[in-house]
């Protein structure tokens, strides 16, 4: 019995060389990539010129290595003050650098996410983007100037005097991207808002991380009407939505005009519809086609024309009316045609369709009802009462995005959630066709300008201002659909709570302090049971952070049932009554959790332990033999 939680959460370099070992089971030799045989596999063998095509810039390698890199020592904090209907809720709000929380979900929501829509730093010049690298001891300084929040967490100004100015972007963006492509489904996709400063660069990036096969396209925006005070006389009136797919299992379709069908006396179960029979080609072209089609029933005559014949032949058409799928003027009174028709069944319409039956494909021509920036800030000001933050996206946009891709229990990600619309429109969608989408939001406590509307309101940083938006919409909402989950778990990054080196902990402290206080070997000062469970479940794959945490107060006063399948024991002893009730809680959690501390380096008692937990669960199981796996922290 000596599984232990991994204070691991991310893997990526040994998941990818698994992934490759599947793949090319010869090129991987003792865990290593023989790169030389990787090259055979793929056909590259002498190349001739040591030049290719490639996307580069000062500090690719380091930005892919920083993407790769584990987040040793961190969190999520659990803060209950700040959520809405925490215990029923499915939608989160995370506060933190999103490059450290994308890793910390990687686990829980890996090939989790069905859409994902960012609208990140365009690299104007004058926005806030993410500084991946500094200097600790720098922190006092940068706060008293702005470039680091009150957390500690370090942003800075991306001026376009910099060198690296384009750099600077690209080794911002480049590994939440490549994170953000572990987390989409098979069928999910991406989509990001961005404007002229770095369309170029952003569609090579999504080329190279996602593949140039996966690239869907370009929705132009309109953000608004054309200005009349702009350089050169041309007003720059759109920004680009672009969108990139994780496989070619994705799809995108829209509600379209309701095709008629007609349910007849000849056919009652067989509802059908008529559709033309001709095509757009000539009599030289398609010689086949051009015949003259005979009613059988009454002899009538209908010849091709010349410049436009029929779509079939003269063998498809005597095959197609035995099947009765050729419709001849006079056949139904109720019909208007000069010409024979082809009749479709809805049946074979509905198979050929699938799950995108009564859909159409989505034009890149946004529709008109998206709306434009001046719509984004009406929705804000009516629910603040004030022009309170600058450009959002209209919930409208936001909206139709979500309309096109994404189910009724789907989960969509923003990680530059900003001022939270993206969760407006998701919590609008989900009223409007009763669905049950979840939203989870990333944001950066980014402190506020103290001249802005927002922070004379009341608001220190944007995430207390993304957080109300979602209260506010989510109240309006609720007035007329009582059903709609408006609620959102509050997550923030934070230091661990476990102490994961238990050897060098004992060396700490002595005998009398963990005696007095048996937590101080496992866990820091002041760490709250909750916290810890949570911490413990980031290390776990497919499982949501929205799901309940039960505390088993029949069993314990610290153990807890997490997702109704893994449980957590955090008692500071564990006993045969204790062993007892776990193994009778029905149904039985997948997996049991336990303190390392809690057996007193007793080997002995830690076998016998389990050796009775397992003939407990067998024996109240039954002929049933359920499995589960045992743990420790």
């Known amino acids: 019995m000596d599984n232990k939680v991994s204070k691991q959460i991310n893997d990526i370099v040994g998941d990818n060389v698994k992934k490759l070992a599947q793949l090319f089971p010869s090129v991987v030799k003792d865990g290593e990539v023989d790169f030389e045989a990787l090259k055979e596999e793929l056909g590259q063998f002498e190349e001739v010129g040591s030049e290719k095509y490639e996307l580069t ?23 209950p003050e700040d959520s809405k209907n925490a215990d029923i809720t499915e939608n989160l709000y995370i506060e933190g650098d999103n490059l450290e929380v994308l890793k910390l979900l990687r686990q829980n929501y890996y090939g989790a996410i069905k859409m994902i829509y960012i609208d990140p730093p365009y690299n104007t010049g004058n926005d806030f983007i993410y500084n991946d690298s500094f200097e600790m001891e720098q922190e006092e300084s940068d706060i008293a100037e702005g470039i680091r929040n009150e957390v500690g967490e370090r942003y800075i100004v991306n001026t376009k005097s910099d060198n690296r100015y384009h750099a600077n972007w690209m080794n911002m963006i480049y590994p939440r991207l490549m994170i953000a492509k572990d987390l989409l489904t098979d069928d999910g996709a991406i989509f990001i808002s961005i404007d002229d400063n770095e369309i170029d660069n952003i569609l090579k990036i999504c080329n190279e991380i996602f593949g140039e096969t996966n690239y869907v396209a370009i929705f132009p925006w309109r953000k608004r009407t054309a200005k009349s005070d702009v350089p050169y006389g041309v007003s720059q009136d759109f920004e680009w939505i672009l969108c990139y797919a994780k496989t070619t299992s994705f799809k995108c379709s829209i509600d379209g005009k309701k095709r008629k069908y007609f349910i007849t006396e000849d056919f009652p179960d067989k509802p059908w519809r008529i559709h033309d029979l001709t095509k757009q080609t000539t009599a030289s072209e398609r010689p086949n086609s051009y015949f003259t089609m005979k009613n059988p029933k009454n002899g009538s005559e209908y010849p091709a024309n010349p410049n436009r014949t029929w779509a079939i032949t003269q063998e498809t058409f005597e095959q197609y009316y035995r099947d009765d799928r050729i419709v001849f003027p006079g056949d139904y009174s109720f019909l208007n045609i000069s010409k024979p028709a082809l009749r479709y069944w809805k049946e074979d319409d509905m198979k050929k369709a699938g799950d995108n039956f009564g859909k159409i494909a989505v034009s890149t021509k946004l529709p008109d009802d998206v709306g434009m920036s001046q719509d984004g800030t009406k929705e804000i000001t009516n629910l603040f009462d004030g022009k309170i933050f600058p450009f959002p996206k209209p919930a409208s946009l936001v909206k139709f995005l979500c309309k096109i891709c994404t189910g009724r229990e789907d989960i969509i990600l923003d990680f530059f959630s900003g001022s939270s619309t993206t969760a407006q429109s998701v919590m609008e969608m989900n009223s409007e066709d009763n669905a049950n989408r979840k939203f989870i939001m990333l944001q950066l406590s980014e402190v506020l300008d103290k001249s ?43 230091n661990t709570n476990i102490k994961w080196n238990s050897i060098m902990n004992v060396g700490q402290l002595d005998v009398s302090q963990i005696e007095s206080d048996p937590d101080s070997m496992d866990f820091m000062p002041n760490t709250k049971d909750i916290d810890v469970v949570y911490e413990i479940m980031l290390r776990q794959r497919d499982v949501a952070l929205s799901e309940s945490v039960e505390l088993l107060s029949d069993i314990g006063s610290r153990t807890y049932l997490y997702a109704s399948s893994f449980l957590v024991c955090l008692e500071t002893e564990i006993t045969e009554a204790l062993v007892e009730k776990i193994a009778a809680i029905d149904p039985l959690p997948i997996k049991f959790i336990f303190r390392d501390s809690a057996f007193k380096d007793d080997i002995a008692l830690k076998d016998e332990t389990f050796r009775k937990l397992r003939a407990l669960v067998e024996r109240n199981s039954g002929e049933n033999k359920p499995t589960y796996t045992v743990e420790f922290i």
């Open 452 to 494: 802005s509307e927002a922070y004379k309101s009341g608001y220190e940083n944007l995430c207390q201002l993304g957080k109300e938006r979602i209260r506010r919409a989510g109240d309006k909402i609720k007035l007329e659909h009582p059903d709609t989950d408006i609620g959102f778990k509050v997550f923030r990054t934070a």
């Open 57 to 79: 810039w000062a500090g690719k390698k380091n930005a892919k290595k920083i993407a790769q890199e584990d987040v040793f020592g961190r969190t999520l904090k659990f803060i």
